[in-house]
């Protein structure tokens, strides 16, 4: 059996989602019980996986995904491209100056095979000597503990020499105790006991893990907060935990700041960041589904940077308008006056005085509709934002995107819509008259609604694909479309009064039993199904990009639709406000992170090709060889399109709204202590609008990006064989 070895890009997207995802530890091997007790009560970092198990053949979800002999080669042929230089004939004498990302990706192979932990700590900080104080690193890193326990089993040699290989160092076999000296910086400790290697970072940190398998000292599984938390998680198979204490951090940053800490503390409470408690989260496998919970602790404040989860809960009947069978759900709960007063409750906290800014920024927004924000727009619109895509309606893998906004009011409804259709017409600019085309906002009436959509001519080349912007104002719903089509299949659907998305939400979704702020669904089957047959089509252009790489890529490593498709299940997020905190809960979240890498991948690809024809196209149809240009065409001089005057640059909305904001949010985060000593003139500046001058500097900056961006596009894309 031929065996093919990845490029570096490919093994780190491989690594990325075993971590990114919830399937470091997957499927959930054995775990060591004696890592919870070693690390210390006060880790404010701790991170545990468990041994990668077998999987089983026959099963469902991912114990029969991980035994399909289609992956087993697949993840041998990984493995084959992560052994050492000299397991493939090359020189057995590795230099330690040559490692490679490889050697690191071995080293993080090995470890995440075998139960493991990784904590970190940091000891108080002493008093501050003075208003004068000023931190110093070194004293940070001498109170800096990092702690690593991997029981390694007959892999403890095997780690150790993928270490060496790493860092360039010479760890013996068995070490006791081994100190590796790191000039500037805390002290690395290597001790191997028993089965376990530990790795301490800090004089006295093997000691503290020593303790604490010993149960000599308190661990984190004696937490009270981690217990609650957990409480809240409740998962048994366990793969992966992650703990992290942000109240402790905070203080931990406040104390070693000294004086400079507490001009901090304000800022912190004032924009609510003190109601962080902290965030523990938990990854496992529930019937062969893969499923990572985790919950935040906020003692159930929704003010300050909180403010978006105080929105009403959505319910199940605002799920209704969406199709029975879409395949792609996003639904959300966001509440815009509440949000806006929030906001405003916010800037008045932190600092009073802008609040009149605030006002005055809103006022203008209000000039420009000609609507009241607070009697016109905020009861318009309900808090329920979802968006969708149905196959019976023509949607493939997202394609026939439509986002509805709820309306609560038709009549105020009709009033903001018709003033943003009229903004829009004002902003659209004939983009494609230097290709002889139009922009224009057109209208057709369709099954008694009106349909508005975004049409240009003379913009499009070859095969790219584009959107057309639509809208469509209905007595439930602001809708949107990526193109018209999609609009009127949506509009054909609510007029015959199909079932509806409600009808199947509590089965679809999570957490809908809790106050539900955030629901998102992909049909995991139907996902698979596309990009399986999408990626095989790919396989010689991933060929040829690792290639360029310096590594080599066997297309027939990629599993098949068959090996694929009947483990795969629905992928879902949920998020719920709960008295304590805010809980989340994702199912197959490695599908999911899967679906984005491929779709990216295919996108890449035919925008790279797409690029490649524009380029042609913008070249001479044909040059003569050389010979001169053709008969009757002899110092001619066709211009394609008259040259225009250049129009000053002006500057964009986005960037005149940030503007405009920035010396809101500066006074809103700046405690009036320390305002006083800073010049109104700075607030001035920031206000003003940027000069003539300065907008140019802006565009030939965008320019000078846009070049490179179109350079590296160049070099990742494939050499032409050299006919």
């Not at 995904?65 to 230089?85: C, H, N, R, S, Y």
């Not at 960041?273 to 529930?286: F, I, K, N, S």
């Not at 500046?685 to 900056?701: F, G, H, I, N, V």
Request: charged fraction near 20%; glycine fraction near 12%.
């Amino acid at each position: 059996m031929a065996s093919a070895s990845f490029g570096v890009g490919w093994i780190e997207i491989f690594l990325f989602l075993l971590g990114g995802s919830g399937l470091l530890g997957m499927p959930p091997g054995d775990r060591d019980p004696a890592f919870l007790k070693a690390a210390p009560q006060n880790s404010l970092i701790y991170v545990e996986w468990a041994a990668r198990g077998p999987g089983k053949v026959g099963a469902p979800g991912l114990d029969g995904l991980v035994a399909d002999p289609e992956i087993q080669f697949l993840l041998k042929t990984i493995e084959a491209g992560l052994a050492p230089a000299g397991e493939h004939g090359a020189d057995p004498d590795h230099e330690h100056s040559q490692f490679s990302s490889v050697d690191s990706l071995r080293l993080a192979a090995l470890l995440t095979a075998h139960p493991g932990c990784i904590y970190a700590t940091i000891d108080p900080a002493p008093a501050a000597n003075g208003l004068l104080f000023v931190p110093n690193p070194q004293d940070l890193l001498k109170r800096f503990h990092v702690g690593v326990i991997i029981d390694a089993g007959a892999d403890s040699d095997a780690i150790i020499d993928a270490f060496n290989v790493m860092s360039g160092k010479e760890v013996p076999h068995q070490p006791e105790m081994h100190a590796i000296p790191v000039p500037n910086g805390p002290q690395i400790v290597i001790h191997q006991e028993g089965t376990r290697l530990l790795v301490g970072v800090g004089a006295s940190t093997i000691t503290q893990i020593q303790a604490g398998l010993r149960g000599e000292v308190k661990g984190l599984d004696s937490s009270p907060r981690f217990q609650a938390g957990w409480k809240r998680i409740g998962l048994e198979r366990v793969g992966s935990v992650t703990w992290f204490d942000v109240r402790g951090t905070t203080n931990i940053v406040l104390q070693s700041l000294g004086p400079a800490g507490a001009i901090a503390q304000p800022i912190i409470k004032g924009v609510g960041a003190d109601a962080l408690d902290y965030l523990l989260t938990g990854a496992g496998v529930v019937d062969g589904t893969v499923v990572q919970r985790s919950f935040l602790s906020t003692g159930g404040r929704t003010d300050g940077i909180l403010l978006v989860a105080g929105s009403p809960p959505l319910k199940i009947e605002q799920l209704s308008h969406i199709p029975i069978d879409s395949d792609l759900v996003l639904a959300g709960s966001l509440s815009l006056g509440q949000v806006v007063q929030g906001v405003r409750e916010l800037v008045g906290k932190t600092h009073p005085l802008s609040v009149q800014v605030f006002d005055e920024t809103l006022k203008e927004l209000e000039k420009e509709l000609g609507l009241n924000l607070v009697n016109d727009v905020y009861p318009a619109f309900g808090n329920a934002w979802t968006a969708f895509s149905s196959p019976s309606e023509g949607g493939i893998a997202g394609s026939g995107l439509v986002a509805a906004l709820e309306v609560r009011d038709p009549a105020k409804a009709q009033a903001l819509y018709d003033r943003l259709l009229q903004l829009v017409e004002q902003a659209l600019v004939p983009q494609g008259a230097e290709f002889g085309g139009e922009v224009e906002l057109k209208q057709q009436e369709f099954l008694g609604h009106s349909i508005s959509y975004v049409n240009g001519s003379g913009l499009s080349f070859g095969v790219n694909p584009s959107m057309i912007p639509t809208f469509c104002l209905t007595r439930g719903h602001l809708l949107f479309a990526v193109h018209p089509q999609a609009m009127k299949a949506h509009l054909r659907h609510l007029g015959q009064r199909r079932p509806g998305f409600d009808q199947v939400a509590m089965k679809k979704l999570s957490l809908t039993k809790d106050e539900l702020l955030l629901g998102c669904y992909l049909d995991g089957v139907h996902s698979v199904q596309a990009l399986s047959g999408l990626v095989p089509f790919m396989g010689q252009t991933i060929a040829e990009i690792v290639h360029t790489q310096g590594g080599t890529f066997d297309p027939f490593v990629i599993p098949s639709g068959a090996a694929l498709i009947p483990y795969a299940g629905d992928i879902t997020l949920s998020v719920a406000r709960v008295n304590d905190g805010i809980l989340m809960e994702s199912r197959n979240p490695h599908l999911g992170i899967a679906m984005i890498t491929g779709f990216v991948m295919i996108n890449n690809w035919f925008h790279t090709g797409y690029e490649g024809y524009l380029e042609a196209q913008s070249k001479p149809a044909m040059d003569n060889g050389g010979l001169g240009v053709a008969e009757g065409q002899v110092g001619q001089v066709v211009p394609a399109v008259a040259e225009k005057a250049a129009e000053p640059p002006k500057e964009k909305g986005g960037d005149a709204a940030a503007r405009r904001a920035a010396p809101i949010i500066m006074k809103a985060l700046i405690p009036d202590g320390v305002q006083q000593f800073i010049p109104d003139e700075v607030f001035r500046k920031l206000a003003e609008p940027p000069s003539p001058e300065a907008l140019k500097q802006r565009e030939k900056r965008r320019k000078e990006l846009e070049a490179k961006k179109r350079e590296r596009l160049e070099r990742r894309r494939p050499k032409q064989p050299v006919p």
